[in-house]
């Protein structure tokens, strides 16, 4: 059974930071596309950012592209998305997902990611 387990999320003032960290279990994370997507109430989910599966590629979303870092430590089976310079329109449940199948390039397409965590909340003050 595959578990991603997202961490980190809190209200934040704006201009500040954040790290979330993912933390998966029941598959081969090594092996696998990761990425971050976002979901503001009413509107769709969104990627945010992707990594690919040694962490030598990475895609940004125009949003965020200058802002916020992925990261992975395979070791750890963990991902981590930091964010600076958080604006107001930065809040959301922010998930971290794995692609379908092992060994997969690059993909920003919510449909391409079979497993999903639960999200956790960022609300950013103005």
């Known amino acids: 059974q595959v578990q991603l387990v997202e961490s980190g999320g809190e209200l934040v003032q704006a201009g500040g930071s954040l790290r979330l960290s993912c933390a998966a279990s029941?598959?081969?994370?090594?092996?696998?596309?990761m990425g971050w997507f976002r979901q503001a109430p009413g509107k769709e989910r969104e990627v945010v950012a992707t990594?690919?599966?040694?962490?030598?590629?990475?895609y940004y979303s125009d949003a965020v592209k200058g802002r916020f870092t992925i990261s992975r430590d395979n070791a750890k089976n963990t991902v981590y998305l930091q964010m600076h310079s958080l604006k107001p329109a930065d809040p959301a449940v922010y998930y971290c997902?794995?692609?379908?199948?092992?060994?997969?390039?690059?993909?920003?397409?919510?449909?391409?990611?079979?497993?999903w965590g639960q999200g956790t909340q960022v609300t950013v003050a103005s």
């Open positions: 990594i690919s599966w040694r962490g030598l590629n990475t």
């Open positions: 997902a794995a692609h379908r199948f092992p060994h997969r390039l690059g993909s920003g397409d919510v449909a391409d990611y079979r497993y």
């Open positions: 029941g598959l081969t994370f090594g092996s696998y596309l």
